[in-house]
C-alpha cells in the first residue's frame, strides 16, 4: 500500500529525466537535531573527506566570494574560510541561521547577486529551486542524488518523501540547468567514489548571450 502511495504521488516525466513528490517544505523538520546529525557527520572520516573535496572542486573553477546554501553544519563554509576564500551561508535551519550570525556570516542569496553558490545535498529539497539560481551571477556547484529511472527513485535510500521533492537522472539535471540558463562544465562521481551511494558532483556556468 504504502509502495502503491508513492509510486502515486511521485510525477516523472521519462522525456526529461525528471521526477517530483509533492511535499509541502516543512521547516520544522531542520531544527538543532538535523545540525546535530550534519555535524557528527562532518567529524568522521568520510565526513572530512567529502568537505576537502567539495572545496577542492570549486577550488578548480572559482576563488572568490561565494554563498554555501543549505549549510548543514556549516562544515563546508568554515573549510572554506580557513583556505583564504571568502564564504558566506544561507539556511532556513534555526541553529544554522544562528550559527552564521555568531560568526558575522549569513547572508541572503534571494536579495543579493553572489558570482557563485554551492548546493551541496540541497537542491532537491527545494521546491521553488529557479528563484534562486536566477539570481546567481555565474557559478553552480552542488551534488545530490541521481537516478536512471522511477523505479530507481522509489527503491533508493534517497527517496524522502518528507524532505526531497526533486529527482534527476545526470542528463535531466543538465537539461533543466540549461533550461534555466546554465551550461556544464564538470561533472565528477568523487563522493560516490569516497562511499556515498548514487551521488554526483557538478559544477554549472551561467551561459551569456554573446550578442
Not at 522525456?15 to 562532518?42: H, K, S
Not at 542528463?171 to 568523487?190: A, D, R, T, Y
Request: negative net charge.
Amino acid at each position: 500500500m504504502a509502495s502503491q502511495f508513492a509510486r502515486s504521488c511521485l510525477t516523472w516525466w521519462p522525456q526529461l529525466g525528471v521526477g517530483y513528490y509533492p511535499i509541502l517544505t516543512d521547516v520544522e523538520i531542520y531544527d538543532r537535531d538535523y545540525f546535530d546529525r550534519f555535524d557528527r557527520a562532518a567529524h568522521t572520516e568520510l565526513g572530512k573527506a567529502l568537505m576537502r573535496a567539495r572545496v577542492d572542486f570549486v577550488e578548480r573553477y572559482y576563488r572568490g566570494v561565494l554563498c554555501d546554501v543549505g549549510i548543514g553544519s556549516g562544515a563546508f563554509v568554515e573549510l572554506r574560510s580557513s583556505c583564504g576564500q571568502p564564504t558566506r551561508g544561507y539556511d532556513i535551519n534555526p541553529a544554522g541561521i544562528e550559527w552564521l550570525k555568531r560568526r558575522n556570516l549569513l547572508a541572503d542569496p534571494y536579495a543579493t547577486v553572489f558570482n557563485a553558490v554551492s548546493l551541496w545535498d540541497v537542491l532537491e529539497h527545494m521546491p521553488d529551486f529557479q528563484s534562486l539560481i536566477n539570481n546567481v551571477g555565474c557559478w553552480i556547484f552542488t551534488s545530490l542524488p541521481i537516478f536512471c529511472s522511477a523505479d530507481h527513485v522509489l527503491s533508493s535510500k534517497h527517496y524522502r518523501p518528507n524532505e526531497h521533492c526533486w529527482y534527476f537522472t545526470r542528463n535531466g539535471l543538465v537539461k533543466i540547468m540549461q533550461i534555466c540558463g546554465f551550461e556544464l562544465v564538470s561533472e565528477n562521481n568523487m563522493e560516490t567514489e569516497l562511499g556515498r551511494e548514487d551521488i554526483g558532483t557538478f559544477a554549472f556556468r551561467r551561459m551569456f548571450d554573446a550578442t
